[in-house]
């Protein structure tokens, strides 16, 4: 099982036991080849992710949100 964080930028998109599904986006770097995540429609981002720590599910389970003032901050749990 993996957690994984996401910023939501606009309010109410999501609840918690909401099922998410997630795509993968790769980006290479200074530090490496990385990869990030978006709650598909484009709900909310991950941070950028080391390549050798990606996802091998894409389905996953929003567990918790907690409100910021700017965002939201989205923790999705992958079996």
Known sequence: MREVEFKMEREGLLNVGDDVEVEEEQLLTLQGMM??????????????IPYAERLTVFKG???????????????????
Do not use: D
């Open 35 to 48: 990869v990030y995540y978006t709650i598909i429609p484009a709900l909310a981002m991950s941070n950028n």
């Open 61 to 79: 389970k929003v567990t918790k949100i907690v409100p910021n003032e700017s965002a939201s901050f989205v923790t999705v749990q992958f079996e």
